[in-house]
């Protein structure tokens, strides 16, 4: 079957870096999405990721590494607007996105 | 910023009534998306389309139906509500070639069926 795996829940302190990882096991791989979802939100896309390496954006990072099935997010200078859940999703070879169940990142003063 | 719209936000209904949850999109997006989401659990798609006239079903079967005789149009039909169906839906659209673009997501509807 397919599966996404992130950790369920995660807590860092303001100004600090954090990193979310996420590993997938899917019938094909046609690239790799972050959401940021706030607390009774909708999802909002933060980074595509569809070849190895890093991606740069801002304060937020995603890296992808397509031979071990394994991403992650990365995130600097912690703000407390950053507390949501992050969410990760594979395209999959139909082109159907697969989606973990989120990681809810706490931010402590 | 995104224009997709849905309503309505909040629903409380009883057992066995029939509910449209609408949903609209102004940047003439192809592709549209129903997802269903439980609090802490990963997004199921329900339904979605390529454009007009076109459905299908997602791997989430909930016993509802959709239809898209407009592009920004992209209705959600459930015939009979149960508890079971209880659950925040979300819509989605997106302009990407075979689904590479990002989603652009709706504030969501919250059903709640007594």
Redesign the interface.
């Known amino acids: 079957g397919q599966n ?1 795996d992130q950790p ?1 829940e995660m807590t860092a302190t303001e100004g600090a870096i954090v990193q979310i990882n996420c590993t997938y096991q899917t019938s094909g791989f ?2 790799l ?1 972050w ?1 940021q979802q706030h607390a009774g ?5 933060l980074s ?1 990721n ?1 070849l190895d390496g890093l991606e740069e954006k801002g304060r937020f990072s995603s890296f992808l590494s397509r031979s071990k099935g394994y991403s992650y997010l990365l995130l600097k200078e912690l703000q407390m607007k950053d507390s949501a859940s992050y ?1 990760c ?1 594979v ?1 999959d070879s139909n ?3 697969i ?4 990681t ?1 990142l706490i931010i402590k003063p | 910023e995104a224009d997709i719209y849905q309503t309505p936000r909040y629903l409380v209904i009883g057992t066995g009534k029939k509910i449209t949850l609408e949903c609209s999109q102004t940047m003439g997006h192809d592709k549209m998306y129903w997802y269903q989401q439980d609090p ?6 329900i339904h979605y389309s390529y454009g007009v006239n076109s459905t299908e079903k997602g ?1 989430l079967s909930s016993e509802s139906t959709v239809s898209r005789i407009r592009t920004e149009h992209f209705p959600l039909t459930l015939e009979s509500a149960r508890p079971s169906h209880t659950s925040q839906y ?1 819509c989605a659209s997106s302009d990407g070639v ?3 673009g ?7 509807s919250r059903l709640t069926v007594l």
Not at chain 1, 41 to 45: D, L, N, Q, S
Not at chain 1, 99 to 102: C, I, K
């Open positions: 996404i369920t046609n690239g999405f959401y939100e909708a999802p909002t896309f595509y569809v969410l999703a395209l082109y159907q996105l989606w973990g169940a989120g809810k | 802490g659990m990963e997004l199921h798609l791997d979300l075979g689904d590479t990002e989603l652009f997501f709706g504030e969501g």
